[in-house]
């Protein structure tokens, strides 16, 4: 309809004009006749299309309205069709649901030590235990007191008195003390470290409780400052593994500090005897040479020992110079003895204490996986604990370098004074020159007088 209006409405403009004003008024009217016509059949075209989407709505209802009826009623006919014994099985499941609740309910008031009239059939019980059971809850949910409850002290001895129930989450000894308790496997027991407090303002008494989750364990003994043994055990079985890292560390650093203290006491003696015995008759210098036995005084006794004939012979030199160096060299085996297990005692620690961190970060991290980050407190507890082992590492480790460089610079200061010794008596060179005359020097002694300018 439209499409023709738009026809007509288009022809009528793009008509000739008139050549008179008669003949264009008749026009007009003509072209207003025309296009009331057109409305008029388009009107109708639209009634007729309106009727006709009506009518199809009109049935499409009614179908849906006659298959809903004819649901419903295949269903009804369906429940009607249900076998009893179905109903029955039905029925027989509810009932052992409702006997399996109600003996719940029975398990739970007798576990709390609940009586309650169980006369009457199961739906009747019912309701009267779970009437019981929110009694019960609302009774412990509060303050209430226990006469002749028994508890443990902190040496595990059991004794008698009244005990103050706060709900189920905090309970006090019910005396003077007012000792704060908690519930272990055994029974209550006393909180270690924690002080009693009962005091009364007015009508009002305060008292000091530690709070605990029903569901968790408690630890009464968790407020007590740490003690090694306690330390120990929460960093785990590489503490034990420090532990004994630190005890060798231990011995061996107290070892060598009494050894290389007494080495060089006894050198220092020898060495005074045997100068005191170069203004000695041959006799007598050759008695008290030969009385020193000992490791410390046999490389000076070595050249000492030697006339100037020998000592100016070039192979009888070379001779005594490689026994003496050879004496040297024991000597330096005993005085860095076991300094090389300090050494690594050093560094295995740390590295020992950091392998037990990284197991405590692995545990807490699984544990974080798990349970979430809701509980931060938890989370750093678990990362504190970890971090014992590098602490303890780290603690071993220190004290052990220290001591290591302390006392190889002992056992050093100890040989280079042997080696001096030997150059000098060998060489005939001043106390503080530690190098051969160049006219004399050997292969022996260039060894012995590099070992004296390394050390």
């Given at each position: 309809m439209l499409a023709s209006l738009a026809t007509f409405v288009v022809a009528s403009v793009l008509a000739a004009p008139p050549s008179t004003l008669e003949a264009a008024r008749r026009d007009e009217v003509t072209a207003l006749a025309e296009e009331r016509d057109a409305l008029r059949r388009a009107i109708d075209e639209a009634d007729a299309a309106s009727a006709t989407a009506t009518r199809a709505l009109t049935t499409e209802v009614e179908g849906l309205a006659a298959e809903l009826e004819r649901l419903q009623a295949d269903n009804a006919s369906r429940e009607r069709r249900l076998p009893v014994g179905e109903r029955a099985r039905a029925s027989e499941t509810q009932q052992r649901a409702l006997v399996e609740l109600v003996g719940q309910m029975g398990t739970w008031l007798s576990a709390h030590d609940v009586t309650v009239d169980d006369g009457g059939a199961p739906s009747a019980r019912l309701p009267r235990r779970i009437a019981a059971a929110l009694a019960e809850v609302r009774r412990r949910g509060g303050l209430r007191v226990e006469d002749d409850a028994v508890s443990f002290d902190r040496q595990g001895a059991p004794q008698r008195g009244a005990v103050l129930r706060i709900g189920e989450v905090a309970a006090v000894a019910w005396n003077d003390a007012a000792t704060p308790l908690l519930p272990t496997p055994a029974g209550l027991q006393e909180v270690a470290g924690v002080p009693g407090l009962r005091e009364r303002a007015g009508d009002v008494e305060h008292v000091r409780a530690v709070l605990?989750?029903?569901?968790?364990?408690?630890?009464?003994?968790?407020?007590?400052?740490?003690?090694?043994?306690?330390?120990?055990?929460?960093?785990?079985?590489?503490?034990?593994?420090?532990?004994?890292?630190?005890?060798?560390?231990?011995?061996?650093?107290?070892?060598?500090?009494?050894?290389?203290?007494?080495?060089?006491?006894?050198?220092?003696?020898?060495?005074?005897?045997?100068?005191?015995?170069?203004?000695?008759?041959?006799?007598?210098?050759?008695?008290?040479?030969?009385?020193?036995?000992?490791?410390?005084?046999?490389?000076?006794?070595?050249?000492?020992?030697?006339?100037a004939h020998d000592l100016e012979d070039a192979h009888g030199r070379a001779e005594v110079e490689e026994r003496a160096t050879q004496a040297v060299i024991v000597a330096r085996e005993r005085l860095f003895r076991r300094l090389s297990l300090l050494s690594l005692c050093a560094g295995v620690a740390p590295l020992a204490g950091l392998l037990g961190t990284v197991n405590g970060m692995i545990t807490t991290f699984s544990v974080v996986t798990t349970k979430g980050t809701s509980d931060a407190q938890m989370l750093a507890g678990g990362i504190s604990v970890a971090l014992l082992t590098t602490q303890a590492g780290l603690a071993i480790a220190i004290p052990a370098l220290i001591g290591h460089a302390l006392l190889s610079r002992g056992a050093r200061r100890v040989l280079v004074a042997i080696e001096q010794a030997v150059l000098r008596h060998i060489h005939g060179v001043g106390t503080h020159d530690h190098h051969p005359h160049p006219d004399r020097a050997s292969p022996q002694a260039s060894r012995i007088a590099e070992a004296a300018a390394d050390e």
């Open positions: 605990h989750d029903p569901d968790g364990e408690a630890d009464p003994e968790a407020w007590l400052d740490p003690t090694w043994q306690t330390t120990m055990k929460r960093g785990g079985p590489l503490m034990w593994v420090l532990l004994g890292l630190g005890i060798v560390a231990g011995l061996i650093a107290f070892e060598r500090t009494i050894m290389i203290a007494w080495i060089a006491a006894r050198w220092r003696a020898a060495l005074r005897r045997i100068e005191a015995l170069a203004h000695a008759d041959p006799e007598a210098r050759a008695r008290g040479l030969a009385a020193e036995r000992s490791w410390i005084a046999a490389p000076l006794v070595i050249v000492s020992s030697q006339s």
